[in-house]
């Protein structure tokens, strides 16, 4: 009986540890005079960014989570493992955000961003995991993305390379270009054309000023309406 009490303490102690959690939250900003591209680099964590009008710096606030340690081993992990830098050189103003991620360490932090710009910049984001969201961005979008869901709206044009998560896209002024390797892609209200080469998943693709040009839809429906100019559909 005293093994098993002693056994059930030992496992309580090793779930309780699984659940602990440090979070911090830091605070970035950066004068956009003069800077015409910005370029978001992130790891683990979930990314929002929006564009307003009338801004002229970016700022970011980044929710930092590091699980299952003490106080100073979360310093030394921070001070060692971790980038969170937002600057400039020349013309782009540059944010990296992640953990160094080590293939012996299954416990690694996670950075969640929320980030405002202004909305006439170009965007290019580079993203590990965890969720996109992307508004009212009248420049250039490009996303290069692992895994993780992603949404955009109210932009100009979209250029996407996926690896696995579902994409949903509305109301874009120009061209729109998705190449996924999985998951569901929604696209409506696009002012130019839409260009989809997809792996699996279903497809819809909905209010299109221009062309629709299917390169490849892989496995899964897919479904073209309201169209106002050609349908390009892979030959089966």
Known sequence: MRSLIVM???VASLTHAAWTEHTEIRNLQLAADGITVFEVDAGAGSLTIKGLPDIQDITVKAMIRVPGKDADS???????????????VRDHARLEAAFDGRFWRHDQGS????????????L????????????????FVTIDDGSGSIIVSNIGHLNIDDGSGSIEVSAAT?????E??????????????????????GIDVVDVEHDVIIVDDGSGSLSVSDIRGAVHKPKT
């Open 8 to 10: 059930a303490m030992f």
């Open 74 to 88: 979360v310093k030394k992990i921070m001070a060692s493992d971790m980038t969170l830098v937002l600057d400039k």
């Open 111 to 122: 950075i969640d961003l929320e980030v405002a710009m202004p909305a006439g910049l170009a």
């Open 124 to 139: 290019s984001v580079k993203d590990g995991s965890g969720s996109i969201d992307i508004s009212d961005i009248a420049g």
């Open 174 to 178: 120009g061209d729109v270009s998705i």
């Open 180 to 201: 996924d390797g999985s998951g569901g892609i929604t696209v409506r209200q696009v002012g130019g054309d839409v260009i989809i080469d997809d792996g699996s998943g």
